[in-house]
């Protein structure tokens, strides 16, 4: 069963800051990684989708990066602003059997971007 | 930017009333989705449906719930008789395809609190 960590839990940063998310999964037979955010209380929006053969995407300030061989994905944030506090979530989409494809998401990382 | 829609974002119900939780896909996606996250806790799987069937459940799934396509645009996620601990963030979400080109929509979610 594909399970997905995600660490830290949480993070705190000074405005103007670079930052890394990390997420890792157990099973490396993966179809694609998406990574979205989450605001308090609201839905899920979608940043970044890798597919399993890229290695990296790239969205404004926004950089994912995916090695599959290890099980992990990363998520770069470059030149952090408060507005970019919310928690992130990784979630990897595998083959789960009878014709279906899951997503299986990590818990989260939880950004506040200091003023 | 094509949007999923659920409605509506908040209901309170009484333990053991019926709810049905509505969501709108995006018009030319192909793949429907019910995602639940309690609070503090990840998003979980509940049910994938594709072609007017249910194509993959998850253990949460029981006999309680019920999924419907009742018409060309909209697709619910029914439970019979609610209690307590379905008290959680529901998404509804939906994908064009299957490949790993194809990600996943998430609606902004219905908040059903079950007193």
């Known amino acids: 069963k594909q399970e997905v960590t995600q660490i830290p839990a949480a993070l705190s940063v000074p405005e103007g800051e670079n930052l890394v998310l990390n997420c890792s999964f157990t099973d490396s037979a993966i179809y694609n990684l998406q990574w979205f955010r989450q605001d308090p209380g609201k839905g899920l929006t979608s940043l970044l989708l890798?597919?399993?053969?890229?290695r990296e995407q790239t969205s404004g300030r926004l950089n994912a990066s995916l090695d599959k061989s290890s099980g992990r994905s990363t998520l770069y944030i470059a030149a952090s602003q408060p507005g970019d506090s919310a928690t992130y979530l990784c979630a990897v989409r595998a083959y789960s059997g009878a014709g279906s494809y899951q997503l299986t998401f990590g818990k989260g990382t939880k950004l506040s971007v200091i003023p | 930017e094509p949007e999923v829609t659920q409605t509506p974002s908040h209901q309170v119900t009484q333990m053991g009333q019926e709810v049905i939780l509505r969501c709108v896909p995006i018009s030319n996606h192909l793949y429907f989705y019910w995602y639940r996250q309690i609070l503090g806790q990840k998003v979980e799987f509940l049910v994938s449906?594709?072609?007017?069937?249910?194509?993959?459940k998850s253990e949460i799934f029981d006999d309680q719930f019920s999924v419907e396509r009742p018409d060309g645009s909209n697709f619910t996620l029914k439970i019979r008789s609610t209690k307590l601990e379905d008290s959680a963030m529901y998404f509804c979400?939906?994908?064009?395809?299957?490949?790993?080109?194809?990600?996943?929509?998430f609606g902004s979610g219905t908040r059903l609190t079950v007193v």
């Open positions: 890798i597919q399993s053969s890229q």
């Open positions: 449906f594709y072609n007017n069937e249910i194509s993959e």
């Open positions: 979400a939906s994908s064009q395809g299957q490949g790993e080109n194809y990600g996943y929509t």
